[in-house]
């Protein structure tokens, strides 16, 4: 069993910081996976999780949506 599974099966935070996924976001029971799981989320949401703007997301997911768009479409 994964970390995030035990996690979200017992409904603790994530106390592995050594996993991939882990973050320091007490919101998010510390676990990206996790904080994905609970639904849309802001821009706004998305950066007080991460420590930057919404504007920086914004940027992310623009390039990330472009990444795609290119891999898809060449």
């Known amino acids: 069993m994964k970390c995030f599974e035990r996690c979200e099966k017992d409904s603790t935070p994530c106390a592995d910081k050594g996993c991939r996924y882990w973050l320091n976001h007490n919101g998010s029971m510390c676990c990206t996976i996790l904080a994905?799981?609970?639904?849309?989320?802001?821009?706004?949401?998305?950066?007080?999780?991460?420590?930057?703007?919404?504007?920086?997301?914004?940027?992310?997911?623009?390039?990330?949506?472009?990444?795609?768009?290119?891999?898809?479409?060449?």
């Open 36 to 74: 994905a799981k609970s639904g849309s989320m802001t821009l706004q949401e998305i950066g007080d999780i991460f420590g930057v703007t919404r504007m920086r997301i914004c940027q992310i997911e623009k390039k990330i949506i472009r990444k795609m768009t290119d891999h898809i479409h060449p």
